[in-house]
């Protein structure tokens, strides 16, 4: 089995036990919190409970036994005849034999390997697994602490229409304003109530969704627990790329092509045929005689030399050093696109945290304040309104997407950017000593 990657190794998993279980058991029990659930909670949840990644803990168990299978002879044949029942069984001859097939070539060990290096590639199968369903749970988690941000800056925003609604009621009724920004400021309010609403539901499918990673269909805990604005700087690319050849995706090809050697190893062994061998006795009834029977079948390979098998073997080695290379590009591709949307989300965030929100506050703070002391109409007021809002739900947005980034790039190469920038930060200060 190939090491797992660093990223979450220190988790408990579910390992299928060596035994067979005709009756699994599917009454889980989730040591599930019932209040606030932390990101650990999510890994530690997920990764010993994922149905799937269960699935792939019983593949590899299925890998085991196919490997004994491989390795196994093929069992000898006992061969029983009575001949010449024509004038009775006083005349009759019986025989009895014992067959072996002998595999020449060492096939059996051959067969052996391959499975070994099966049993391999379903390690690297479920590693890849592995680390796509937590990358995928991260992700959800990570969507439902922006949705719990959104409420908020919802109910603050209902609050706050509710405010400015009675706000204008008061200056219409005092004739100051006109009855229809009354109806405007109830248009405005309802529609923000409207999208509370929906916010609601979305929030409630979004905790269902985290709690399906691990299987549960009811969650027991309430909200998620974290820190959406906590943001790191970004390691340099190069950095991150030297790390992206561990990726699973890459490393399990070395075993592909391994395996693609050892089959053409066992296709040319296919060449030289199998014989059968046997012994055994011969009664002879009418005389009372008994004779020794020994036999070997030779098959001649002069038509067939598995030539078929050996080249399609050879050919699939060349196949592999290419999809070998198309599976290096396509994650580089990846790796590329979300490291540039990770730079885009995180100089977004500085941009935001550093002008847009500060002077969107300001100018919506000062337009409150010159609407209620009567230079400004309701409309200016609504649209600075508007514009504080949005902006404050671009951040919760842009806040998401940087973490679900970083999050696909760590799942991409199997490990925390956390601890690489840990690790290079060490390096630094040993090189200033």
Not at 148 to 153: D, F, I, S, T, V
């Amino acid at each position: 089995m190939p090491e797992p990657r660093p990223l979450a190794s220190d988790y408990e998993v579910f390992v299928a036990p060596s035994k067979p279980v005709t009756e699994p058991n599917n009454q889980f029990v989730f040591d599930e919190p019932n209040d606030n659930l932390t990101l650990k909670d999510v890994v530690a949840l997920t990764l010993l409970h994922n149905p799937e990644l269960r699935s792939y803990s019983w593949e590899i168990r299925a890998a085991e036994a196919r490997r004994l299978q491989a390795g196994l002879w093929p069992n000898p044949t006992l061969d029983i005849g009575v001949e010449n029942l024509l004038t009775g069984f006083s005349a009759a001859e019986s025989t009895i034999q014992l067959i072996q097939l002998i595999e020449l070539g060492d096939k059996a060990n051959k067969r052996k390997k391959v499975a070994s290096i099966d049993q391999q590639l379903t390690g690297w199968d479920y590693e890849t697994k592995r680390l796509e369903v937590l990358t995928n749970a991260s992700k959800a988690y990570f969507e439902l602490l922006a949705l719990q941000e959104k409420n908020k800056l919802l109910t603050e925003l209902v609050s706050v229409s509710e405010q400015t609604y009675k706000s204008v009621a008061r200056r219409v009724d005092a004739g100051k304003d006109s009855p229809i920004e009354k109806t405007k400021a109830s248009i405005a309010l309802s529609s923000v109530r409207l999208d509370y609403q929906q916010a609601l539901y979305e929030l409630e499918n979004a905790r269902k969704m985290v709690a399906l990673f691990w299987g549960n269909e009811k969650p027991k805990f309430i909200q998620a627990a974290g820190q959406l604005d906590t943001v790191a700087d970004i390691p340099e690319i190069s950095i991150l790329e030297q790390k992206i050849i561990q990726s699973p995706q890459l490393a399990r090809w070395e075993n592909q092509i391994a395996r693609g050697r050892a089959t053409l190893e066992l296709e040319k062994s296919k060449a030289l045929p199998d014989i059968s061998v046997g012994g055994g006795g011969q009664r002879f009834n009418d005389t009372g005689d008994n004779a020794f029977l020994f036999g070997i079948s030779i098959p001649l390979p002069i038509f067939d030399r598995n030539q078929g098998g050996r080249k399609e073997a050879a050919f699939n080695i060349s196949k592999y050093y290419e999809l070998q290379r198309a599976a290096r590009i396509e994650v580089m591709n990846q790796f590329n696109q979300i490291f540039t949307e990770l730079s885009i989300a995180h100089n977004k965030i500085k941009e935001l945290k550093a002008s847009i929100l500060p002077g969107a506050e300001e100018v919506y703070k000062a337009s409150q304040t010159a609407y209620v002391e009567g230079k400004i109409d309701y409309l200016n007021a609504l649209d600075s309104q508007r514009t504080y809002f949005l902006s404050q739900t671009e951040y919760v947005e842009t806040l998401v997407a940087y973490h679900k980034a970083k999050t696909d790039i760590e799942g991409l190469m199997g490990e925390s950017i956390d601890s690489i920038k840990t690790v290079n930060n060490q390096k630094d200060k040993e090189n200033e000593k």
